[in-house]
């Protein structure tokens, strides 16, 4: 018997949410220009949530296509490259002078390269748990979690620089091979055991209850989470040094 092909009310679900993502970001950027920040960087936060789900949906429903993933991409390099470094340019680097434009423009770069980095990387059927690369929504969300946490604009040149090294560590961290968690491969399909219990409930007291705080640990340590592993798997590799043979006397 031949599979049944899927309603096109399903086909058209996961493409849904890729536009939605699109409007959320379309949003942020509106906000931005109004000055908004705060909002601006939880719709950018509330885009990534739907990026998420359109993913999920087209797995759930047996629904995946090239088109899907185009748009996703789209959506993506709008609502998490555009929305975002418009947003860090008027929050937070304008004050320092050209240079800001350059700065923002950097990190839009490194999400579209991501983005295409990851369309070629992902025709190859791959089950790792690891992504070679920070994801533009992880970058996308941490800088929102920064401006979320201080969304007053900041009004002097030396913070608008300090904003500038931080964007570029984090578009760095984007083009990167450090690897990053699948979290949707490591705990979708899965039994949940106690840990992953454990860090859903303390994750939801802590959006609930502590939300500011939470988002820029959370989305903090994700961004460290790379260069970190990268690290610990170096210094693994390096050979040890044999223990030189003691010389008895004779």
Known sequence: MKAKKPSKGLLVLPSLFSLTNLFFGFMSVLLTFQGRYRMAAFLIIIAALMDGLDGLVARATHTPSDFGVELDSLADAVSFGLATSVLLYFWGMEMAGPPAVFFSFIFLTAGVLRLARYNVRSRVPSDRKHYQGLTVPSAAMFMAAVV???????????????????????????????????????????????????????????????????????????????????????????????????????
């Open 148 to 250: 979320n946490f201080h969304p007053v604009p900041l009004a002097t040149r030396q913070s608008g620089f300090l904003v500038a090294v931080l964007t570029l560590v984090v578009s760095l961290c984007m083009v990167s091979t450090f690897p990053y968690r699948n979290f949707v491969k490591t705990f979708i399909g899965h039994r949940i055991d106690i840990r992953t219990a454990l860090f859903l409930s303390v994750s939801l007291f802590g959006v609930l209850f502590y939300t500011r705080i939470f988002l820029l640990l959370y989305f903090g340590l994700n961004v460290l989470s790379g260069p970190t592993v990268a690290l610990v798997r170096a210094f693994r590799k390096q050979p040890r040094k044999k223990p030189e043979p003691k010389v008895i006397p004779s």
